[in-house]
Every structure is written in structure tokens, then in C-alpha cells.
């Protein structure tokens, strides 16, 4: 089904033929994942076919969490080794990028964890953070970051170390970018209050610019992604002045 969705974000409506041919699945399969996918409010049935929703492309956490997971562990790995040793105020924005980075910090007990995501916020507790800060305000389904003019008051009030910021798109031209503009607004305030910025992307998101703007390169201390991203990629992000790390998924 993420296959399904995938082709659908990139190319727009399409047949129930041309998914079974592309996919090489039986047009009952195709069937019966489409029913699901519009159960969820996933996709938009229309008379042979489907196409995305109306609302915009950004699936729901829950499904990101098993998209290029090699790739986020090995940047999570490298990400971890980045935050200094001994007590320290780790920022983490939502999503699987910076899920994966709090799992890699694992072994680690003296870090104050502040965000804005449920998720993450909720893990950090079960890991024995020595202090964990969620961000209040209203709750966005998709990603289960709590956005808003609370959430942004929050980040006003706390000083960050390091802020490790996931992101839907980066690229030269647009900076980190994300789906949702309120999302960004909060995000942005966490960046603001960090002394350093680590953006956390996997080479799919690079090239790729989405509806709100986080931060420009410029502004980023280290970008680490991963060694599936084209060399001129790379190339043009070392351009903008911002440190770029590879992280090896072999």
C-alpha cells in the first residue's frame, strides 16, 4: 500500500489498471487496497481510479515510519554522535528522522529532551530521559506535533543546545521545508532558541521544496543524510555554506 501511495503523490490521479500494471498486483488487490487507503481518508476514490487527497501529499506518521528506514538509522547513528557528552538541551522536531536519532541515544540518561512531538516526547519518558518537555497546543493528526500559538509560546521560554530538525524537503533554493505552514511557524522558534542546528534528511526529501519553509541552509550548522544522495546534490548543499556529513548505510 505505501507503494500505491508513493505513486500517487508523485504523479497524481491514476487508473486502477495502470496501478495494477505498474504495481504487478491483480486488479482485486488493487481493489481492496484502495478501499482501505480511502477508509483511512488516505487517497480519494474516483470512477476507475484514484486520486490524492485534496488537502495536499504528506502521509500520516505511521506509514513514514517504514519508508527508507535503513538510511534514517545510519543518519540517526551519525546524528547521535554529535550531541555533546554530559547534561545538554536536545531539541527534537517531529517525524522518523528524529524518532530514529532518540533511539540511537539510547544509552544516554542526562539529556533534557524538548519538543513539540507526542510521539517522541512520550518515547524519550520510556527511555529514562533525565527531563522531557512537550510543548502544549493543538494536535496535528498527520504528524502528532502539537502546533499552535501555545506550542510557540513554550519555545520562547526554554535555550536549546542542540535542535535536530527533521524536514519533508531540502534543497539550495528552498531551504528545509515542511507540509504545513503552522507547523513550520513552531518549528522555526525551536531553531531560533538552539546554539546548534542539525538537520537530519534522508536523500529522498533532497531536492524536493514543500509548502513551508523551516530555515535556509545558511542558517543550519550540519546537514547529515545519506550516502544514496547524488554526488552533485551534495556538491551544491556543501555550496551554501552548511556542513555536510554522509551517513553509510552499508
Known sequence: MMAL?????????????????????????IRRDV????????????????????????????????????AKRAIAELVATLIPQGRHALALTGGSTTAAVLRALGSRHDLTIITNSLSIGL?????GQSRVLIAG?????????????????????????TAVVGADGCSVEGGLTTHDETEARTNQLMIERADRVIAAVDSSKLGTVTLAKLVDLKDVDILVTDDRAPARALAELRGTGVEVLVAGTG
Open 5 to 29: 501511495l508513493e505513486l500517487l503523490r508523485e504523479r497524481g490521479p491514476l487508473t486502477l489498471a495502470y496501478l495494477a500494471r505498474t504495481l504487478e498486483a491483480s486488479a482485486a488487490t
Open 35 to 70: 478501499a482501505q487507503l480511502a477508509e483511512q481518508g488516505l487517497l480519494e476514490r474516483t470512477h476507475g481510479g484514484v486520486r490524492p487527497l485534496s488537502g495536499g501529499s504528506e502521509l500520516p506518521i505511521r506509514l513514514r515510519d517504514g519508508q527508507h528506514h535503513e
Open 123 to 127: 518515547a524519550a519518558a520510556e527511555m
Open 137 to 161: 497546543g493543538v494536535l496535528r493528526r498527520n504528524s502528532l506535533e502539537l502546533v499552535g500559538p501555545l506550542a510557540e509560546a513554550t519555545m520562547k521560554l526554554v535555550n536549546v543546545g
